[in-house]
């Protein structure tokens, strides 16, 4: 690997620090001579003042990923040994993940000093997916370093290809690994890293599915946007009354039917569109006073962004219909490109137009694997708001 004293140089066009770890290619002069996309380099200001070390793609939007700040840092393999050291040990010593669950985020990019990676945990198969070329030229560096932590692991990795197209970079995935078993709180849920529904299950929930399962104890629960079926089980699972799962997705109400089966619970789950769903119920008399309301992502694009929160309000609307007075709702949104405070002007508006009150109570993200830079906020994407609907 390079030593810091051979690294081409990218100078910014301001004097001050980007404050950000992502450095758009507006905000920098272009190298004279042509670099590879993932080229480590070090970055100075206009004045030529020394700002860290990066990765460089003049071919992404993303022009510098800011890795280490510090002059005598060099970004090798042991570099990137020693982040994942403390990915891991953040995990294990201080969360005590293991204790609850054999699924976790081991590595969440920038949150853990990482840009451009992200590992899962999957009982024994480690999910890896590249969105940065740079990340991706570390590739043996990263599964060793992996390994050292996880020995006997099955690694599997990928970059979506709307990622390798902009980054330029290519990536062959190994067989897909078949599909097993992963445990959580107590309870067992299927997962299948690499097929067309991701993995079947999402890790970031994890203390939300618990905490909804507290709250739905002896209520009529109704999952939208179900997905693999986890907060419909787990509420359950912890003594709700009744619960009902409705997704688009006929395969992974398969997973979620799996699920249920696994787990001892009755839960029926209904393939339909949400829309015509609560409103062919309401239109029967139908109330439910526990209501989940989780849908993918909506938006990667700035610019698309107010169309992401007119669909989350008709989405909002639409759940009030048939939520009881003085029920529950659990509303989220992982379009990490909406913030928490556009989030809750949504919900404002809904009870507005609704004339129903929104009471608040708590305000939830990812799990603490899941942890954020104070200057990259972009990695708080989940948003789960709890709330009592009079």
């Known amino acids: 690997m390079n030593t810091p004293a051979s690294l081409p140089v990218i100078r910014l066009k301001s004097d001050r620090s980007p404050g950000h770890p992502w450095v758009w290619s507006a905000q920098i002069h272009k190298p004279e001579s042509k670099l590879p996309p993932g080229s480590v380099v070090e970055v100075h ?37 020693s982040h ?15 204790a609850v669950s054999d699924a976790w985020r081991v590595v969440h ?8 990676l992200i590992v899962d945990r999957y ?50 995935s190994p067989d897909v690994p078949p599909a097993f078993e992963v445990h959580e709180h107590g309870l067992r849920f299927h997962a299948a890293p690499g097929s067309g529904h991701k993995t079947g299950f999402f890790a ?71 829309f015509d769903w609560v409103r062919a119920a309401v239109a029967r008399g139908e109330r439910y006073d526990a209501v989940i309301l989780d849908p993918a992502k909506l938006t990667r694009d700035r610019s698309k962004v107010m169309d992401a929160l007119k669909k989350y309000f008709a989405m909002n609307r639409m759940a009030l219909d048939i939520i009881a007075p003085g029920g529950l709702l659990l509303t989220c949104s992982c379009t990490g490109l909406v913030g928490e405070s556009e989030f809750l002007e949504m919900l404002r508006r809904v009870a507005l137009n609704a004339g129903r009150e ?6 939830r993200g990812a799990g603490a694997d899941h942890p954020f830079r104070t200057d990259v906020p972009e990695g708080r994407y989940l948003k789960a708001v709890f709330c009592r609907v009079e």
Request: glycine share 8%; with cysteine.
């Open 84 to 98: 994942i050291a403390r990915a891991v040990q953040l995990r294990r010593d201080w969360l005590q993940l293991d």
């Open 358 to 363: 929104i009471q608040v109570l708590e305000v």
């Open 204 to 274: 970031d929930q994890r203390d939300n599915r618990k905490r909804f399962a507290e709250l739905a104890k002896g209520r009529r629960v109704l999952d939208l946007c179900c997905n693999a079926g986890g907060f419909a089980v787990h509420a359950m699972a912890a003594g709700a009354r009744e619960a009902v799962g409705v997704d688009l997705d006929a395969g992974i109400l398969e997973v979620a039917r799996a699920n249920a089966q696994a787990n001892k619970v009755a839960v029926t789950f209904e393939q339909a569109d949400i």
């Open 109 to 116: 990019s920038e949150g853990d000093g990482l840009s451009g």
């Open 123 to 172: 009982a024994d198969v480690l999910v890896i997916e590249y969105f940065a070329a740079g990340m991706w030229k570390f590739r043996e560096a990263i599964h060793a370093a992996l390994l050292t932590h996880f020995p006997g692991a099955q690694l599997y990795w990928f970059a979506e290809s709307h990622v390798q197209k902009q980054e330029s970079f290519d990536v062959r």
């Open 45 to 81: 200001d206009a004045k030529g003042r020394f700002v860290g070390r990066a990765f460089w793609n003049g071919h992404a939007r993303i022009a510098l990923r800011l890795l280490d700040t510090h002059p005598e840092a060099s970004i090798d393999a042991d570099w990137i040994a």
